[in-house]
C-alpha cells in the first residue's frame, strides 16, 4: 500500500467508503512509515495501541452505517493542543521542558470535533490520532528550531528548517507521514510552515476554531486551522473542526459551516474554463517589494498568471502600514504571552525545581529551567511594555495602530475580493542560520503578520519552487468569514496544476 503515503485525505475517505482497506490496515501503515522517518523529528509523542484502538472504533462505525466522510482517516495534532490521558494516551508539552510530561484531563475542542466529538454535541468526525507534533516552544518561533525536544527538518532538504512554529505539522504532512495535521497560526505559523514545506495550510477568520485547549500563547491572535496537501482537504477538516463553541470566550457565534460545498460552489457567470471569472485579487505594492527574493518574485507571478488564466482579474492596491505590523506584532504578542504564560510557576502543574528554598526561589528556578530563551525573550519584552510608564507608550500604541492596519484591509476589499502575494520573503533557510539573530526571524513574517493583525482568513498554496528547489507558497487573504472563497480560489488554481502535487525524494 505504498500509495497511502501521499494520498490525500479525500483520496483516503474513499478508499475506507469502497472498503479498499481498513482503517487499522490504513494506520498500521502510516505508523510504520512514521517510525521509518522518525529522524525527521516531526513526532513528539506517538501511541500505538490508542492509535489501533480509534482505528478498530471507526472501522465498526463504517460496518454499522454510523461513519461520516472523514471517519477512519488518519491526522496528528500539534502539541499545542490538550489530549486526554489515558483515554488517547498523549502528554501535551507545546514543545517545552516546562510541560514534558504533562497528562491532560480533556480534550482541545478542535480535537474532540476531529476525533470522538464533545459531549453534548453531534458525535466527531471519527478520525484516528496518530500522535502529537512537534513544535516551536508554546509556538514561539519561525522555524521550529525553537522546541525543547528538538528541531524538525523539512524534509524538502534534511539541512533546512521547515518553518514554525506548526513546523512539525507541515514536515509530516510533506513527508507522507500523515495526509493532514492541525496547525496553530499567531502571527504565520501556518502559512510560513505550509509555504515552505509545499503543502496548503488556511488560518480560519480568528474565531471560527474554538482556542478551548490549546495553550495559549497570544489570545487575541492565536487561531487553529488545518493543514493537508490540498485545499479540498482542508475545507473538509475545516468543516469538522470549527464552529461556535459556548467554552471559548471568543468563539465566532455563527451556524455550522461545510466549507467543502462553498468551495465547489460555482461563481456567478463563471466558464469551466475559466472558473474564477469576475474574481478580483489585489496586489499590494508592499507585498513586492525590492528586498524580496527574485525566486519567490517568479513563483508568485507564476501562480498569479495562472489565476488570471483561470479568469481572476488582478488589481493593484496598497497596504501601507504593512511594515508597520512587525513592531506591533511584537509588542501585542510578547505582552499576551507574557500574562498567558505566568501559570506555568510549578505549583499545581508543569515542570518545578528540583532543588530550591522557599516559595519565590522555587518560582524564579522552575521558570529559569523550564523556559527556553526564545520564550524568555519574549516574555522579558512583554512584561515591560505592559510596566507601569511603558503601558500608554507601547502596548496603547501598538493597539491602536492594530486597528489601523485593519482598517487599510478594509480600504483594499473595496477594490478587491481576495489580495494575494507571497507568504515569506525567502526560501526555508538552514538549520541553525538565523540561531544568533532572532530579529531575522522575526522579519520573515513581514507577509504573514498584517493578516493576523487584522484577524482575516489567509491560507498558502503551493506556488512551485524557487532556490535550490525548495517550495513557495502564494499566499491569499480573504475577508472576514470568507474562508469559502478563499478555497474555491485555491481549489481552482489546484485544479489547473500540480504543484500541490509535488512530493519530496526520499519520503
Known amino acids: ?75 496528528a495534532h500539534k502539541d499545542i493542543f490538550v489530549t486526554a490521558y489515558p483515554e488517547g494516551g498523549l502528554p501535551t508539552t507545546a514543545g517545552s521542558k516546562m510541560l514534558a510530561g504533562y497528562q491532560s484531563p480533556f480534550d482541545a475542542t478542535v480535537v474532540a470535533r476531529l476525533g470522538a466529538g464533545l459531549p453534548g454535541e453531534a458525535p466527531g468526525a471519527g478520525m484516528v490520532t496518530l500522535g502529537k507534533l512537534n513544535c516551536d516552544e508554546f509556538a514561539m518561533g519561525s522555524a521550529n528550531e525553537n522546541s525543547a525536544f528538538g528541531a524538525v527538518k523539512n524534509p524538502w532538504d534534511l539541512q533546512r528548517v521547515p ?4 513546523g512539525g505539522s507541515a ?20 502559512r510560513q510552515p505550509a509555504s515552505f514545506c509545499g503543502i496548503t495550510g488556511i488560518k480560519p477568520t480568528y474565531g471560527v476554531c474554538s482556542r478551548y485547549g490549546m495553550v495559549a500563547f497570544a489570545s487575541s491572535l492565536d487561531q487553529a486551522g488545518p493543514m493537508a496537501r490540498s485545499a ?75 489565476l488570471e488564466k483561470l479568469g481572476a482579474a488582478l488589481v493593484d492596491v496598497s497596504l501601507p502600514r504593512t511594515e508597520l505590523s512587525i513592531p506591533v506584532y511584537y509588542i501585542i504578542a510578547p505582552a499576551e504571552a507574557s500574562s498567558n504564560l505566568g501559570r506555568f510557576d510549578g505549583v499545581k502543574f508543569g515542570h518545578r525545581a528540583a532543588q530550591h528554598g522557599d516559595l519565590l526561589d522555587m518560582y524564579k528556578k522552575t521558570r529559569s529551567e523550564g523556559f527556553g530563551p526564545e520564550v524568555k525573550r519574549r516574555i522579558m519584552i512583554g512584561t515591560y511594555v505592559l510596566s507601569h510608564g511603558y503601558y500608554d507608550a507601547y502596548y496603547l500604541q501598538a493597539q491602536k495602530l492594530r486597528r489601523m492596519i485593519a482598517d487599510d484591509f478594509q480600504a483594499c476589499f473595496q477594490q478587491c475580493d481576495l489580495i494575494a502575494g507571497p ?8 538549520l541553525g542560520e538565523q540561531g544568533g539573530d532572532p530579529l531575522q526571524a522575526y522579519l520573515a513574517d513581514i507577509f504573514t503578520l498584517p493578516g493576523s493583525l487584522a484577524g482575516l482568513p489567509g491560507m498558502s498554496v503551493p506556488a512551485g519552487t524557487g532556490a535550490h528547489a525548495m517550495p513557495v507558497g502564494l499566499q491569499l487573504i480573504g475577508n472576514y468569514f470568507q474562508e469559502g472563497q478563499l478555497l474555491h480560489a485555491a481549489h481552482a488554481l489546484q485544479q489547473a496544476t500540480d504543484w500541490h502535487l509535488a512530493r519530496p525524494a526520499g519520503f
Open 171 to 190: 514536515a509530516a504532512v510533506a513527508a507522507g507521514l500523515v495526509p493532514a495535521a492541525t496547525g496553530t497560526d499567531t502571527g504565520g505559523s501556518i
Open 1 to 75: 500500500m505504498p500509495s497511502m503515503e501521499h494520498a490525500s485525505v479525500e483520496a483516503l475517505a474513499l478508499g475506507l467508503q469502497r472498503g479498499d482497506f481498513s482503517s487499522v490496515e490504513l494506520t498500521r501503515h502510516l505508523l510504520a512509515h512514521q517510525a521509518r522517518h522518525a529522524g525527521l523529528g516531526a513526532f513528539l509523542a506517538v501511541n500505538e495501541a490508542a492509535a489501533l484502538a480509534q482505528a478498530q472504533a471507526a472501522d465498526v462505525r463504517r460496518a454499522t452505517g454510523q461513519a461520516g466522510p472523514l471517519t477512519g482517516v488518519p491526522l
Open 423 to 430: 507568504v515569506a520573503p525567502t526560501v526555508a533557510w538552514k
Open 163 to 166: 518553518g514554525g512554529s506548526s
Open 232 to 306: 479540498a482537504d482542508c475545507a473538509l477538516l475545516l468543516s469538522a473542526m470549527s464552529g461556535f463553541d459556548p467554552r471559548d470566550a471568543t468563539s465566532a457565534e455563527r451556524p455550522p459551516q461545510d466549507f467543502h460545498a462553498q468551495m465547489l460552489q460555482p461563481r456567478a457567470g463563471a466558464t469551466a474554463a475559466q472558473p474564477l471569472l469576475g474574481l478580483r485579487i489585489g496586489l499590494p505594492k508592499e507585498f513586492f517589494p525590492a528586498a524580496l527574493a527574485a525566486d519567490v518574485h517568479g513563483a508568485v507571478r507564476n501562480a498569479l498568471a495562472q
